[in-house]
């Protein structure tokens, strides 16, 4: 049985990640055509492309919340483990459990409530200035990404309560390394 749900959460993880490395890469993509076209616009033409700022603020939103969920899935968000480190094991494992289910839930609150914000510049009509484009479009990566977030740390709240190990992300176990001590170089 463990087996069986081990399996189907790992191919949700990979349909996840999947999703978020293809939006990530188009955002950094798009961030980064528009501005080099902006400056060769700005620098040969002498005239700015007039929707440059919206759409890098479309990417630039799109990349920060699909980014939520790709950062927990690869246990390479901010972490507060002074406290944490210093309990074994078992506690450790709790403590997990506890933050995961915590985090999830609200990564879903945050989830739901940025859904009715997105909604409701759509029920308004709101569109940006240059290209007339829906609000709601670029506002819907919010609940997202949000919403990814939460999955993946639902996924690693399943990995800890199926698995001995302590995990910080549904792949990542958790792992302390110590910074090897060296002496300072000398001038």
Avoid: C
């Avoid at 950094?28 to 759409?55: C, D, K, Q, Y």
């Avoid at 569109?127 to 990566?141: C, D, E, G």
């Avoid at 910074?179 to 001038?187: F, L, N």
């Amino acid at each position: 049985m463990a087996r069986h749900v081990e399996r189907i959460l790992g191919a949700v993880d990979r349909i996840v990640a999947f999703v978020e490395r293809a939006t990530l890469a188009i955002g950094v993509l798009g961030m980064t055509t528009v501005s080099v076209a902006n400056v060769i616009m700005r620098n040969v033409f002498e005239r700015s492309l007039a929707f440059a700022g919206e759409v890098n603020m479309a990417f630039i939103i799109m990349v920060t919340f699909i980014g939520v969920g790709y950062a927990a899935r690869e246990g390479r968000h901010i972490r507060m483990t002074a406290l944490y480190d210093q309990f074994g094991q078992r506690t450790r494992k709790a403590l997990m459990i506890v933050m995961t289910a915590t985090t999830a839930l609200l990564l879903f609150a945050l989830a739901f409530y940025a859904g009715r914000y997105a909604y409701g510049t759509w029920q308004i009509g709101a569109v940006t200035p240059a290209l007339r484009f829906p609000l709601a479009f670029i506002y819907a990566f919010a609940p997202l990404g949000l919403a990814l977030g939460g999955i993946q740390y639902v996924l690693t709240l399943m990995r800890n309560l199926l698995e001995k190990d302590v995990y910080i992300s549904f792949t990542q176990v958790d792992e302390y390394h110590a910074s090897p001590v060296t002496e300072p170089e000398h001038i």
